[in-house]
């Protein structure tokens, strides 16, 4: 578990892993709901030194020369510091930066309208397309039925909620349904990918609760 900008690091940090080992020379067909604008301001914590440190030491470290060791989450963090050094960028940033702007394709998925305004500004010109509305109304209906390269399926609610189905920023125990035709369709593809679920505040309870939901 982590939290704030530690969890936003770690969510990275496995999105960029994957990102950098399932890309070719074909590229990558990325899809992330919940996408967020391109770059947005960093979270203002009030956490202990040791908290802070956790996220603030590859966030900085990206400033500095590159060195042979690093996670691939850091030559990404490299890159969009260089363009907007104080802001964080979301998962189709870091794509950009690992496999190339112009080797995506794909669909960002965001509900806020000035989010998907800066979005459409930052993949004009691109195979990447914006979807403004609900993931549950418009990505599972419009997956490729066939795709030349590997792809990515990303998804980052602010939190999962069993208590009820509601078409908001949550998961809810209905989505596994819709997720899981999301799965089918890519998985039929025959290409190799990989699916990632972000959720935050994932309590012990919480945690129970999902794993019930994703079991049944």
Not at 84 to 100: C, F, K, Q, R, S
Request: proline share 7%; hydrophobic share 35%; net charge negative.
């Amino acid at each position: 578990m982590a939290r704030g900008n530690d969890g936003n690091l770690m969510q990275h940090a496995i999105e960029a892993k994957l990102i950098s080992q399932l890309v070719t020379d074909r590229g990558l067909h990325l899809i992330t709901t919940h996408s967020m604008a391109p770059f947005e301001p960093l979270d203002p914590r009030k956490k202990t030194a040791q908290h802070q440190a956790r996220s603030v030491h590859w966030w900085e470290r990206a400033q500095a020369e590159e060195q042979a060791d690093e996670p691939c989450v850091v030559n990404a963090y490299r890159g969009t510091r260089q363009r907007v050094p104080d802001m964080y960028p979301n998962t189709a940033e870091i794509a950009a930066e690992l496999a190339g702007r112009g080797n995506l394709q794909g669909q960002l998925i965001e509900i806020c309208p000035e989010k998907c305004k800066r979005l459409n500004e930052a993949w004009a010109n691109t195979e990447v397309g914006v979807v403004e509305g609900s993931w549950r109304d418009n990505p599972l209906d419009s997956l490729p039925e066939g795709l030349d390269r590997p792809w990515l399926l990303s998804l980052d609610p602010m939190s999962y909620v069993p208590e009820h189905n509601k078409d908001d920023d949550r998961f809810h125990p209905d989505d596994f349904n819709l997720l899981a035709t999301a799965m089918e369709r890519l998985c039929a593809t025959q290409r190799p990918g990989a699916m990632g679920l972000f959720c935050y505040s994932m309590r012990p309870a919480v945690q129970e609760a999902f794993r019930r939901a994703a079991d049944d």
